[in-house]
């Protein structure tokens, strides 16, 4: 069983920078494609950033490319979400993901929040974008 913990969220004003990090309990980390998801107040949840399972491929939604950068620990099981030029609309609750499947799974429309097989979820952390 893939367990996932996330952390580093937080209140930050519009401008300013926050580091998320998912620390994945998994016995080989680099099977896994890697990504970040955000569910905004009253909307679905959605895509933000995927990297693959070397750290060599990375994707991002328009919506954030430029301002966040998303990397990959092998060593220590982490994959962090490096967030500035934050914008009050990033605000929603971010959820870290490991699928089996790789990357391009994580570009597929989601079709499910709660964990299978294939795809872990963490249980979220609250950003706020806010002055």
């Known amino acids: 069983q893939v367990q996932l913990v996330e952390s580093g969220g937080g209140l930050v004003q519009p401008g300013g920078s926050l580091r998320l990090s998912c620390v994945v309990s998994v016995r080989t980390f680099s099977n896994y494609g890697m990504g970040w998801f955000r569910q905004r107040p009253g909307k679905e949840r959605e895509f933000v950033a995927a990297?693959?399972?070397?750290?060599?491929?990375?994707y991002y939604d328009d919506s954030v490319k430029g301002r966040f950068t998303i990397s990959r620990d092998n060593a220590k099981n982490t994959v962090h979400l490096q967030m500035d030029s934050m914008k009050a609309e990033d605000t929603g609750v971010y959820y870290c993901a490991a699928d089996s499947r790789g990357l391009q799974a994580l570009l597929e429309p989601i079709d499910a929040t709660t964990s299978t097989r294939e795809r872990s979820w963490g249980q979220g952390t609250q950003v706020t974008v806010s002055s």
């Open positions: 990297i693959s399972r070397s750290g060599g491929g990375t």
